[in-house]
T-cell receptor
Framework: GQNIDQPTEMTATEGAIVQINCTYQ??????LFWYQQHAGEAPTFLSY??LDGLEEKGRFSSFLSRSKGYSYLLLKELQMKDSASYLC????????????WGAGTKLIIKP | DAEITQSPRHKITETGRQVTLACHQT?????MFWYRQDLGHGLRLIHY???????NKGEVSDGYSVSRSNTEDLPLTLESAASSQTSVYFC???????????????FGPGTRLTVL
């Protein structure tokens, strides 16, 4: 079956680095997305991986290992505004190329 | 600037009533989606459309319907609202998926629906 797992909640300190993991099982992997969602707001796109390796975008990086069904989002130099939920989603050929979403990881940043 | 809007932003209704949530995008995207978001669950797909006159059922389509008469709009109708449909509803749109293009989804601000 299809399944996306992420930790429910994480806490980190301002200025530090945090890694949010995502593991997945799908019938036809066709890309992995990370979105950020502040409380009460809409999700916004952060990154996309379809090949193995690391994609870097400023303070945010995302890594993918297709053989392990694993991805992580790395956030560096954490700022208070990074307090949000981070959603992992996998595009699945077996679901007509629709996104299968994890429940999200709530990241709390402490001063 | 292009955008995607939803209305109303908040709605309270009674069990058994018909409710329609509006979604309008000015991106000129072919693909449009409706999701619901509940605590402890990821976004769950209700219906989606790849273009005018095209609609498809998602994972949780029972009790919901959509129609696509133009590129800009995909209204979501709850035929007979139930308390289990109390949720936050997000509309999204994206360009057409072609090959391995990622074509991110752009989300509207959401509608918080309460069914009493």
């Amino acid at each position: 079956g299809q399944n996306i797992d992420q930790p429910t909640e994480m806490t980190a300190t301002e200025g530090a680095i945090v890694q949010i993991n995502c593991t997945y099982q799908t019938s036809g992997f066709n890309g992995l997305f990370w979105y950020q969602q502040h409380a009460g707001e809409a999700p916004t796109f952060l990154s996309y991986n379809v090949l193995d390796g690391l994609e870097e975008k400023g303070r945010f990086s995302s890594f993918l290992s297709r053989s392990k069904g694993y991805s992580y989002l790395l956030l560096k130099e954490l700022q208070m505004k990074d307090s949000a939920s981070y959603l992992c989603a996998v595009r699945d050929r077996g679901s007509n190329y629709q996104l299968i979403w994890g429940a999200g990881t709530k990241l709390i940043i402490k001063p | 600037d292009a955008e995607i809007t939803q209305s109303p932003r908040h709605k309270i209704t009674e069990t058994g009533r018909q409710v329609t949530l509006a979604c309008h995008q000015t991106w000129n995207h072919n693909n449009m989606f409706w999701y619901r978001q509940d605590l402890g669950h990821g976004l769950r797909l209700i219906h989606y459309s790849y273009g005018v006159q095209d609609t498809n059922k998602g994972e949780v389509s029972d009790g919901y319907s959509v129609s696509r008469s133009n590129t800009e709009d995909l209204p979501l109708t709850l035929e007979s609202a139930a308390s289990s449909q109390t949720s936050v509803y997000f509309c999204a749109s994206s360009e057409s998926t072609a090959g391995s293009s990622y074509n991110e989804q752009f989300f509207g601000p959401g509608t918080r629906l309460t069914v009493l």
